[in-house]
């Protein structure tokens, strides 16, 4: 067959792609950047973020602001009867969220009850246990045999610390939650409803609430442990220097010199949520969102989930090795015949768990 007989078959070629047949040392392996693209387009994402913090300090209503979206629980479910739990709650809810052709599930996990009682004592129970019980979900699909070829991931990527706005210091309840649940889950603290106190009262507020988390050795987001390379360590320092956020919440739109903003209208004007010079929302939002949700997510998977996982398959080995022996136990019957006593069942190499470890380091 002549040259020109040959029948032209052209490469497939992603929209946006750029050509380079002019380029003969050109070779490909950027497309490699646009082939992980279309795949996670077409998977979408997932992001588990847990809310705590007593009532009446804005948790739904800054969930909603972040997301520009009724995504919080009571936004689902608005005839709610406001009450106090007389223990703590875990309750969740999900959306699938499409922006720009981006899919993502959202779920938001409240925790109604916390903080609201006279004793709070051991209050943070519950949520430990909650965050590990989807650690366990997660490592009991990852064990079986026959694997679904994506796993349900439940996991709580992060976890919003609403502290309540005194101006003074952090409450003994703030610092033993966190000193506890920060070893087993992002927990990026914010100070809430933060309008009702003044410039000078924020900044001090926010000094005291820094030397009182590396007083106890609290590790919040992001922690420096965890820093990539010098890069990552000069933009986490700036974020670090500013935690805990000061944030205000507001899902209500307002007209300001033509703009539209979310903001809370007072007699003295309108504090936009959005604008840096008001609160710090902003900056809230760019690192959950915009500039470090993969890094909260990765650090789940490969730090937060890993050290239970590592414990927990450590925990299963003390334990069968702890048995008489692996072969069944042979014991005489009355005619003399063998009888095979079968072992205790194995699920799937783990044993079966009892309790929740709160695995903490």
């Known amino acids: 067959m002549s040259e020109s007989a040959k029948p032209h078959h052209p490469s497939p070629q992603g929209k946006g792609e750029k050509t380079h047949a002019s380029d003969f040392s050109y070779v490909g392996i950027d497309a490699i950047l646009e082939q992980m693209r279309r795949k996670a387009m077409k998977k979408g994402f997932e992001l588990n973020i847990m809310v705590v913090g007593q009532s009446g300090l804005g948790k ?53 009850g916390f903080g609201d009682h006279i004793n709070n004592e051991n209050c943070w129970q519950p949520i430990m246990k909650f965050i590990n019980d989807q650690y366990e979900a997660y490592l009991q699909e990852e064990i079986n045999i026959n694997r679904k070829k994506r796993i349900p991931d439940s996991r709580v990527h992060c976890c919003i610390y609403f502290i309540p706005p005194t101006g003074h210091c952090l ?28 410039l000078e009262e924020r900044d001090f507020f926010k000094q005291t609430i820094r030397e009182e988390l590396r007083a106890n050795g609290i590790d919040v987001y992001p922690q420096k442990e965890f820093d990539e390379d010098a890069d990552d360590r000069v933009i986490n320092d700036k974020i670090r220097e500013m935690i805990p956020f000061a944030v205000v919440g507001s899902d209500q739109e307002y007209q300001v010199n033509g703009k539209r903003i979310l903001g809370r209208k007072t007699k003295w004007g309108t504090i936009e949520v959005e ?76 044993a079966a768990k009892h309790e929740v470890m709160s695995h903490e380091m």
């Open 60 to 112: 739904s209503t800054l969930m909603n602001t972040l997301f520009k979206s009724k995504v919080s629980r009571k936004s689902v479910q608005p005839n709610l009867e406001e009450r106090i739990p007389k223990t703590i709650e875990i309750k969740s809810v999900s959306h699938d969220i499409e922006e720009k052709g981006v899919r993502m599930k959202l779920t938001v996990i409240d925790t109604p």
């Open 275 to 350: 604008n840096i010079g008001h609160c710090e929302f902003a900056y809230l939002r760019d690192l959950l969102i915009r500039t470090h949700m993969q890094n909260i997510k990765d650090i789940t998977g490969s730090i937060h989930y890993e050290t239970y996982r590592v414990r927990r398959l450590n925990e299963s080995n003390a334990h069968f090795k702890s048995q008489p022996s692996d072969h069944p136990a042979v014991q005489p019957k009355a005619n003399g015949q063998p009888e095979v006593k079968p072992s205790a069942p194995q699920a799937n190499g783990v």
């Open 171 to 198: 409450r003994p309840l703030d610092v033993e939650f966190m000193r506890r649940l920060s070893k087993v889950v992002n927990i990026v603290p914010v100070i809430a409803k933060a309008d009702t106190l003044t």
